[in-house]
């Protein structure tokens, strides 16, 4: 699969979030979107992604941008660690990886032998469904550039 950069047109995607919501990328038509993909719940590096979000949410969530999350994980254990993590944005279902493939987030083989895992992953999507921002990591142990990603933000207000 050839890599999505900047000026792609982002591909669709509808997913069940952790309330059992389907939630698609044509519902925030007309905002930027940041997409998070990470390879598993409850594991240190995907929390701290994810928290660093909640933690800037002002920045991720408003009147002109939002934020989701996307793995592989069921959306039942997506609603736990949502919970217990106090994250304040959807966290979406990938369970039948066709997001992750069509973002070219996804390992073929991981850990423990495991295959079909989410890559870490992070995406700027403006409001008219073109990339802005694109940075898929072969490493789970590494987070996406959140500098970055602020700054085209910044760039794109």
């Known amino acids: 699969m050839t890599a999505l950069k900047v000026g792609d047109q982002a591909p669709l995607f509808k997913l069940i979030d952790s309330d059992k919501k389907e939630v698609s990328l044509e519902d925030f038509k007309g905002k930027n979107l940041i997409v998070h993909f990470f390879p598993a719940a409850f594991t240190g590096v995907c929390t701290t992604q994810l928290c660093t979000v909640r933690d800037a949410i002002s920045l991720y969530q408003n009147d002109t941008c939002d934020v989701v999350a996307i793995s592989v994980d069921l959306p039942f254990t997506l609603t736990k660690f949502k919970?217990?993590?106090?994250?304040?944005?959807?966290?979406?279902?990938d369970f039948n990886k066709e997001a992750s493939n069509a973002y070219g987030a996804i390992y073929e083989n991981w850990i423990l032998g495991l295959r079909g895992v989410s890559k870490r992953a992070a995406f700027v999507i403006d409001g008219n469904?073109?990339?802005?921002?694109?940075?898929?990591?072969?490493?789970?142990?590494?987070?996406?550039?959140f500098t970055a990603i602020n700054e085209t933000l910044a760039g794109l207000n």
């Open 83 to 93: 919970e217990l993590q106090n994250l304040n944005f959807h966290l979406l279902s």
């Open 129 to 145: 469904g073109i990339i802005q921002y694109a940075e898929v990591l072969e490493s789970a142990g590494d987070l996406p550039n």
